[in-house]
């Protein structure tokens, strides 16, 4: 049999869509484990997505949304506009849960809203803003912004050892806060490709 030539590893080759696309589906998956876990799975799994998604709607407003802002055919401000208000709605929910616990009495109800909102806000990118993307951005240059964005994920500090917990089960705001500065640092510093 022929030897044929094997495809790309899809690793390096992934563009910053796919890497949004990968992150969206595992928003949905931690926001399932959030509602429908208890104790320290609950705890964990709001704590991954606390930062997961601060990383994400971060590097989308840092690169992703003012790149589309400019393109062509795609109702530039208006549609991003409407992103960032979701994007800062959908913050100001999270931090509330936050500050709460996953143990208050509105968590239950608060993260089902959460979840509505942020899935639905992420659908919008995917029917009306990635597409552009590909469309109008150069490959080269949209796998350039996946590295950019991977690095900028990595600053991100990792889930805090269970004793830095309260009995509540708190999460403090402050590392959530840490890593949408220090995304926001590491997007703004100019990207090599
Ligand atoms: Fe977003
Ligand atoms: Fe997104």
Redesign the pocket.
């Known amino acids: 049999m022929p030897e044929i030539a094997t495809p790309a590893t899809p690793g390096p080759e992934l563009d910053v869509v796919d890497l949004l696309l990968e992150q969206h589906a595992r928003i949905e998956q931690l926001f399932l484990l959030v509602i429908g876990g208890t104790g320290e799975v609950r705890r964990d799994a709001f704590d991954d997505l606390v930062k997961l998604l601060a990383v ?2 971060t590097a ?1 407003e840092e690169v992703v949304h003012p790149l589309a802002r400019d393109l062509p055919g795609g109702g530039g401000d208006a549609m991003v506009d409407e ?1 960032l208000a ?2 800062r709605q959908a913050k100001e929910t999270l931090q509330t849960l936050i500050a709460g616990g996953v143990d208050a009495d509105g968590f239950d109800t608060g993260i089902i809203l959460l979840r509505d909102a942020v899935l639905t ?2 659908r919008y ?1 995917e029917r009306y803003e990635f597409p552009l993307l590909r469309q109008h951005v150069p490959a080269d240059r949209l796998r350039a912004l996946a590295t950019a964005v991977r690095a900028a994920e990595a600053t991100a500090p990792t889930r805090p050892h269970p004793s830095a917990q309260t009995a509540k089960g708190n999460l403090a705001a402050g590392p959530a806060l840490a890593v949408i500065d220090r995304v926001r640092d590491a997007m703004r510093k100019p990207s090599e490709s």
Do not use: D, Q, T
């Open positions: 994400h709607e989308e992103r979701e994007e806000h992420a990118e």
